[in-house]
């Protein structure tokens, strides 16, 4: 998974605060609303095969958590699109389950015991391994990368315990990202 949901609402609140302070100093633009509403479509598309994004829901995160949608879709499927503000590319689509657990994990609250599938097919994912919460690597927090990857969130204990579960796995194979917290999930890369 990656913390680009939660790392949207910071720099959202964050470019809340710098707009505040705007008038003051005449700061520079925050950069998280430099992109068009086609702009994050085309990126959130990219996340899933076309036949799944051409006909999934699109929604932007917004300052205060809530979704605000870009284009509405019809087969269950909500993509959003990448957060220019983390260095990978991190636009992933999701069903409603696992649009379900991304509530949960960015509002801290335990997700359902309901199986959902992500995917986050167009590059590279830098997150912690260890560290839901994370936004930067640091010395111990297993700041590691992964490709282009599907995820499983939600299932049970037994599901999980068929892969590693290390801090520093091999992200060319499944692994168990978020070990030990209510967030684990599992990281399938696909190329
Ligand atoms: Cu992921």
């Known amino acids: 998974m990656r913390r680009a949901i939660?790392?949207?609402?910071?720099?959202?609140?964050?470019a809340t605060l710098s707009v505040a302070s705007l008038?003051?100093?005449q700061?520079?633009?925050?950069?998280?609303?430099?992109?068009?509403?086609?702009?994050?479509i085309k990126s959130a598309m990219a996340a899933a095969p076309t036949a799944i994004a051409k006909h999934a829901t699109v929604v932007?995160?917004?300052?205060?958590?809530?979704?605000?949608?870009?284009?509405?879709?019809?087969?269950?499927?909500?993509?959003?699109p990448d957060n220019p503000a983390t260095p990978g590319p991190d636009p992933m689509c999701m069903?409603?389950?696992?649009?379900?657990?991304?509530?949960?994990?960015?509002?801290?609250?335990?997700?359902?015991?309901?199986v959902g599938l992500m995917y986050m097919?167009?590059?590279?994912?830098?997150a912690s391994n260890t560290d839901p919460y994370a936004q930067m690597p640091t010395a111990d927090n297993h700041?590691?990368?992964?490709?282009?990857?599907?995820?499983?969130?939600?299932?049970?204990?037994?599901?999980?315990?068929?892969y590693p579960k290390g801090t520093e796995p091999d992200t060319g194979v499944p692994y168990v990202m978020w070990t030990g917290t209510p967030y684990q999930h599992l990281m399938a890369p696909v190329k």
């Open 6 to 14: 939660f790392t949207s609402l910071l720099m959202l609140a964050a």
């Open 27 to 40: 700061d520079k633009k925050p950069e998280a609303a430099a992109l068009t509403d086609a702009q994050m």
């Open 143 to 162: 700041w590691i990368k992964t490709g282009p990857h599907v995820m499983i969130v939600g299932a049970d204990l037994g599901f999980y315990a068929q």
């Open 23 to 25: 008038a003051v100093t």
């Open 95 to 114: 069903d409603a389950n696992a649009m379900e657990w991304v509530h949960a994990w960015v509002a801290h609250t335990p997700p359902a015991a309901k």
């Open 121 to 126: 097919l167009s590059g590279g994912t830098d």
């Open 60 to 80: 932007a995160m917004q300052a205060d958590g809530t979704m605000r949608t870009l284009r509405k879709g019809s087969n269950g499927f909500t993509c959003m």
